[in-house]
Nanobody, 127 residues
Framework: QVQLVESGGGLVQAGGSLRLSCAAS????????MGWFRQAPGKEREFVAA????????YQADTVKGRFTISRDNAKNTMYLQMNSLKPEDTAVYYC????????????????????WGQGTQVTVSS
């Protein structure tokens, strides 16, 4: 079992930055890949970024590429999402998730690739 707790959300003006954290406990942190998803009101949960077990391989959605950076610190059992140049359309509840596998594959761009989820943290970007 894996328990995930997100933090770092909040209200920020357009063009600002936030860093989200996802603290994990339970199964050995370095044994699985992880991802970030987001869900805006009335919309489906969408993929944001994913990272492999070591942090050496990452993948971001086109909508955030060049603005968001995913990373992890296996010594601290924590994953991060650095969000820069935020836009109002980035407003959503952000969820971290733990994958069933260690390596980064295209399956991790869908919710089906994950079997553990955090409770989410709200990010609101004002114009």
């Amino acid at each position: 079992q894996v328990q995930l707790v997100e933090s770092g959300g909040g209200l920020v003006q357009a063009g600002g930055s936030l860093r989200l954290s996802c603290a994990a406990s339970g199964r050995t942190f370095s044994s699985y890949a992880m991802g970030w998803f987001r869900q805006a009101p009335g919309k489906e949960r969408e993929f944001v970024a994913a990272i492999n077990w070591s942090g050496g391989n990452t993948y971001q959605a086109d909508t955030v590429k060049g603005r968001f950076t995913i990373s992890r610190d296996n010594a601290k059992n924590t994953m991060y999402l650095q969000m820069n140049s935020l836009k109002p359309e980035d407003t959503a509840v952000y969820y971290c998730a733990a994958a069933r596998q260690a390596l980064l594959t295209l399956s991790l761009t869908t919710t089906n690739g994950y079997n553990h989820w955090g409770q989410g943290t709200q990010v609101t970007v004002s114009s």
